[in-house]
């Protein structure tokens, strides 16, 4: 089906964009190979392989499955499992459970997964994915709001979801995903998440700030130093929570989270208390930075890195 499929050249190599369109169940299990690949995680699994392809939208169930392949030559993609190198998947659901599925207004899309190969991670196929699910979702489903999670610490997530596309913060999950490990959470750092909500129709406007001057001026609610610590590949220097001051008040706060948490989680998973305990710090500053803010009615209304003397940094942008 030609309509479903969309060719994407970037830094000089072509990619397949296809909605998963098999009747042959055994065509997914590449999902759930590539998902245990980027996940690592063997209690988190898709459903079965025959489960998912009955669940898929053009066959008996309301599941959209995305799917982008490498090319293997000139104008030739192979759709197997070595070739796949990105995905997504998610389903159909409803708002309101009392108004259910009687009012098509009141479905969404939730979506469960998208994810890319670690050494693909740097085409920027991750905002196309969304945006190959959006085309999907309106043109082809006639949903216009898709939720998801992310973890409030990733900021290649926070960028995509919150800058790029605009979503909008609607809650705040504690550990929501129990002890799961894997190689993007660790047992002893809670997997707390961001509930957000993206309406597919809003454009995108946010109120003009200056950014410099505000972290010039220091309205960071939460901020980070830099400390040179021995993690496990060897002396770096790391981000560690530096100041959390909530009794700020001003119109416009900041946040700063790591540039790098999944960095940061390897890095200090090692025996050392102080240095594996940075992580935990962040994620517990952070969940109480986050829930006292939404309390006193401020709103994430950006993400934004900051270069400055060779160093980055990476703050959420909140408004009262």
């Not at 070595?82 to 009687?102: C, N, P, Q, T």
């Amino acid at each position: 089906m030609k309509e479903f499929e969309k060719i994407h050249t970037i830094k000089g190599k072509d990619f397949l964009f296809k909605v998963e369109d098999s009747k042959d169940y055994r065509d997914y299990k590449k999902y759930e190979d590539l998902r245990n690949e980027i996940w690592g995680e063997p209690n988190d699994t898709l459903p079965g392989e025959r489960n998912m392809m009955c669940e898929n939208f053009l066959y008996d169930g309301s599941s959209l499955f995305i799917a982008v392949y490498e090319e293997e030559r000139k104008g030739v993609f192979k759709q197997d499992g070595d070739h796949l190198i990105g995905f997504s998947y998610g389903f159909v659901g409803i708002k309101d459970k009392k108004i259910a599925f009687r009012d098509p207004d009141n479905l969404q899309f939730y979506s469960q997964y998208t994810g890319v190969k670690p050494d693909f991670q740097h085409f920027g196929l991750g905002v196309l994915i969304k945006q190959c699910q959006k085309d999907m979702l309106m043109d082809v489903f006639g949903i216009y709001t898709v939720t998801c999670t992310y973890d409030p610490l990733s900021g290649i997530n926070a960028y995509r979801n919150i800058h790029h596309f605009g979503m909008d913060v609607v809650g705040y999950r504690d550990a929501c995903y129990g002890d799961f490990g894997g190689f993007l959470n660790r047992v002893d750092v809670p997997c707390d998440r961001f509930l957000v909500s993206w309406d597919l129709k809003k454009d995108i406007q946010r109120p003009e700030y200056d950014l410099e001057h505000l972290v010039d001026s220091g309205y960071i609610a939460l901020e980070a130093g830099i400390e040179e610590i021995k993690g496990r590949s060897g002396a770096l220097k790391l981000e560690v929570v530096k100041n959390l001051n909530l009794d700020l008040d001003h119109e416009l706060l900041l946040v700063e989270i790591p540039v790098d948490f999944y960095f940061m989680l390897r890095e200090t998973d090692v025996t050392e208390r102080k240095v594996r305990n940075i992580p935990l710090e962040w994620r517990m500053k952070a969940r109480q930075a986050f829930k006292t803010l939404f309390e006193k009615k401020y709103k994430i209304i950006d993400f934004r890195l900051v270069k400055k003397d060779q160093n980055k940094r990476d703050f959420y942008i909140l408004k009262k």
